[in-house]
């Protein structure tokens, strides 16, 4: 019998898988991290893409979070019998059938495999090195902020007009699941392990917060969160100990926006009901009428409105390229921040060239319940 000791180069939890198989081994060295993909033989097809963003997800994650602790990164496959991959201390386990078998060929399908791998790379940072108290939120600090990292190196490979698709999904899916719940839903912070709140809404509230108060500011925020928490034993960081390093280093304006984020069921409902174009001395002139109501709601799904008054995006957008994506938005003509309020709102701006359609929060900012209708053809 043959007895291996491994001892890990910095504390680890107690929660590691073990796998064996007749695997082929692909490895490469990057910013002194061994990354490898152990796999089937014949599943050689997105070997690359998985090292590519394993690599990208190391440069990110080290300049904008804190080092990474270990010097081996390894994606172990494991057959279909099973959908999923997990993070476990340096290596993840994957599934062949999340991403080892998959076909990204055609350029109109979301490259899951990157996200998959910068999504558990991630969790390098968030549920090892940041250990979350077990109760209410526990979640947002390992799942909501894997999902963020994961948008961060999504959007440094294909650009923002790419992350408007992935977005609009996520919160497709939270909207549709909210019917769903069989209990209570929950304000974000306090998630109890619900998955449409942790990974679709929480893909969507980080994306907004990174929109509204800027990337740098909520890095920083999620840096002095591992600066006062990493490795730490009891006690435990909660969600609000999160928030309150967010709030700490957001501006006064952001305030309100973070707690119908975090600590509401905030609903939006823009639609623009009309629009249309002039020639005047100074260009296109647009006029764009907007209706306009914000709602809280409870766990049971029931809503009150709130008095809206808020600063939202408006875009002036050209023809779109055929070949696109329908959620892919051409770059804007002209991009004003206006004040909308409860009720109707009219918006005037000027561009040089004639716009073919308006778009209200085109970056999915807010939680609009229906967002399909924040778009009008001119």
Known sequence: RRTS????????????????AR?????????????????????????????????????YFQANFSAYQFRQARIVEFPDYASFAQSYPNTFAWSEGLGFIADLSDPEKIDYVTYVGAHEFGHQWWAHQI????????TVLS??????????????????????RFIKFELDSYLGSRGGELIEELPLLLTENQ??????KGSVVMYALRNEIGEATLNQALKNFLVRFAFKGQPFPTSQDLLDEIRAIAPAPSQALITDLFERITLYDLEVTDAGVTQNDAGQLTT??????????????????????????????????????????????????????????????????RPVRVAVDPWLKLIDRNPDNNLKVL
């Open 195 to 200: 998955p449409y709140l942790h990974y679709r």
């Open 288 to 353: 764009i009428i907007i209706d306009a109501a914000k709602f809280v709601a409870d766990g049971q799904g029931q809503e009150s409105e709130a008095p809206l008054d808020q600063w939202v995006d408006i875009a002036l957008l050209p023809e779109a390229d055929p070949d696109t994506h329908d959620n892919v938005l051409p770059k804007p003509l002209v991009v004003e921040r206006h004040r909308l309020v409860t009720g109707r709102n009219e918006v005037k701006m000027v561009s040089k060239s």
């Open 5 to 20: 000791r491994f001892v890990t180069e910095s504390p680890v939890l107690n929660f590691f898988s073990v796998q064996s």
């Open 143 to 164: 799942e909501t902020l894997a999902q963020y990292s994961a948008l961060m190196v999504m959007e440094k490979e294909y650009g923002t007009d790419y992350m408007r």
């Open 23 to 59: 695997y082929e081994r692909t490895a490469r060295v990057h910013n002194g991290v061994e990354m490898v993909v152990f796999h089937d033989p014949a599943h050689d097809r997105n070997v690359p893409r998985m090292l590519d963003g394993l690599a990208a997800s190391l440069d």
């Open 131 to 138: 250990v979350g108290s077990n109760q209410q939120g526990a």
